[in-house]
């Protein structure tokens, strides 16, 4: 079936300007995770959405970043006023209810250059 | 708070050479461990988990409480095994994992 799908796959911007990335989980999956992967560093939590409780927020750098998860599907990450060091490869990944909720089905990502 | 630790950054070994990468963990609770692997221009999978006791790929990992280690190994390393390779520990309480900075593994030939 298909997996965590994540558009778009590169994005250029200027320093300053907002963008919008967006993340589509696995069908049925509850659980939905925003990951950031600075070249040479691990995986920096930034959100996760669980079904219809308030997200935790907790990894978020600033308050230029946010998210929202709508009808418990697809996810949108928006940094407003991008910074150099904002460029790195955002990452989603979904869990599904249950059992199997500890492992992430990880999307291919979103190259995010900040010129 | 919960904390998962990579020490190496890099590690390269020989074809045919065993290789362990290293993961130490601090955790209050019970701790859900697993690898997550990430080969080239690929996207970040699940190699193995510690509550299912299997070997994947010929890689183990057994968890060590006494040392809050978490640690892969593979007994004869093959270049297909070059790779990114993350350990990670599931918070049962929070509902997320918390990933090491990750390990780049390469087997020269």
């Known amino acids: 079936g298909a997996g965590v799908s994540q558009s778009p796959s590169n994005k250029v911007t200027e320093k300053g300007k907002d963008v919008e990335l967006r993340c589509d989980p696995i069908?049925?999956?509850?659980?939905l995770y925003w990951y950031r992967q600075s070249l040479g560093q691990g995986l920096e939590f930034l959100i996760y959405?669980?079904?219809?409780?308030?997200?935790?927020k907790s990894g978020l750098p600033s308050d230029r970043f946010s998210a929202e998860r709508t009808g418990g599907s697809v996810s949108t990450l928006t940094i407003q006023r991008t910074q150099q060091e904002d460029s790195a490869v955002y990452l989603c990944?979904?869990?599904?209810?249950?059992?199997?909720?500890?492992?992430?089905?990880f999307g291919p990502g979103t190259r995010l250059t900040v010129l | 708070a919960q904390r998962v630790t990579q020490p190496e950054k890099l590690l390269s070994v020989f074809k045919g050479a065993p290789v362990e990468l290293k993961c130490n963990y601090s955790?209050?609770?019970?701790?859900?461990l697993f690898w997550y692997v990430q080969y080239s221009r690929q996207r970040l999978q699940l190699l193995l988990r510690?509550?299912s006791r299997e070997s994947i790929k010929g890689f183990t990992a057994d968890l060590n409480k006494g040392e809050t280690s978490f640690h892969l190994k593979k007994p004869f390393a093959q270049e297909e095994d070059s790779a990114m390779y993350y350990c990670?520990?599931?918070?049962?309480?929070?509902?997320?994992?918390?990933f090491g900075d990750g390990t780049t593994l390469t087997v020269k030939p």
């Open positions: 990944a979904s869990s599904p209810p249950g059992s199997g909720r500890y492992e992430q089905f």
């Open positions: 069908s049925g999956h509850t659980a």
């Open positions: 959405f669980q079904g219809n409780s308030a997200p935790d």
């Open positions: 955790y209050s609770g019970s701790p859900e």
């Open positions: 510690h509550i």
């Open positions: 990670a520990l599931y918070n049962t309480n929070a509902g997320k994992s918390t």
